[in-house]
């Protein structure tokens, strides 16, 4: 059995130490972005008027259109880490690297194509 001093083992230092922030810094970021999310589309604004107008409105400030876009680049982030954690646990060798490449591209896709979407979305 570990102990839970063993399980919170902080990486001694590079990029492995940054990961390790960046989850636990980015994880509590998301989850009050992710809170405002559901609270602002589906909390104070019903079902019924969330449509492409809702959008356009919200996307006409700068504001909206950061906190997506923010949210989108840690959400991409924050799991494609949490992949690249399981997929270093679970494989070796040249299916890690393949498993690892196919991820990255998908990231960088899901990237470009968000945040084109996000910024350059005219009403």
Excluded: C
């Excluded at 356009?56 to 954690?85: C, E, I, K, Q």
């Excluded at 490449?101 to 005219?122: E, K, N, P, R």
């Amino acid at each position: 059995m570990i102990s839970s001093s063993e399980s919170r083992v902080l990486p001694s230092g590079g990029f492995e130490r940054f990961s390790w922030y960046f989850m636990r810094v980015s994880g509590a970021v998301l989850m009050f972005l992710a809170l405002g999310h559901l609270v602002v589309m589906h909390l104070i604004n019903s079902i019924n008027v969330v449509n492409y107008e809702f959008v356009a409105r919200r996307y006409a400030t700068p504001f909206w259109r950061s906190y997506d876009g923010l949210m989108l680049v840690l959400a991409l982030f924050h799991g494609f880490n949490g992949l690249r954690v399981v997929v270093n646990d679970y494989l070796k060798g040249s299916k890690r690297l393949a498993v690892l490449s196919v991820a990255g591209v998908l990231l960088l896709s899901l990237l470009i194509v968000g945040l084109y979407i996000v910024f350059a979305f005219q009403p």
